[in-house]
């Protein structure tokens, strides 16, 4: 069972590693990398890093389930908070053709937080079978006693 303060712990770590690479793709080279990254690296990062710190013992996978879905939701949130502002003030600016579409999408508001949302719920999900992943590899790798 996880507590409440791992998961603020898993909260803010997450939203912060998206919050980084959220500036990545402002270099319109990089885009799909970072989006990928957020997409289906964050949780095993986050399993791996906790784990490290000894904040989890065993990485078993509920666990990682739930810190897959959780860290793939805050990741893509801080990815939001980040990129999406920097772009359109960008696009405005500079007046850049790849970010002509965050124009459009700040116009309609309205569109703009439900697709964050919707965005972030898949990215919980397949965060979370990155993180299922994470679990069973580490099962699988983990040394055993020859004893």
Known sequence: ???????KI??????IIGGILGVIP????????????VMFLVAPFIIIYLHKL??????ETEKCLTIG???????FLGFSVIYFPIAFILNLIFKIQSFL????????IGFLIPMIILIALLCGLMN????????????YFKPRNRG
């Open 1 to 7: 069972m996880i507590n409440k303060a791992l998961l």
């Open 54 to 59: 000894k904040l989890i013992e065993d990485i």
């Open 101 to 108: 579409w965050i124009k459009v999408i700040f116009m309609n």
């Open 69 to 75: 879905a959780i860290s793939g939701a805050s990741a």
């Open 26 to 37: 402002l270099i319109p080279a990089f885009t799909w990398i970072a989006f990928l990254a």
């Open 128 to 139: 979370t079978f990155s993180g299922f992943l994470t679990a069973y590899l580490y099962e």
């Open 10 to 15: 898993i909260f803010i770590c997450s939203f």
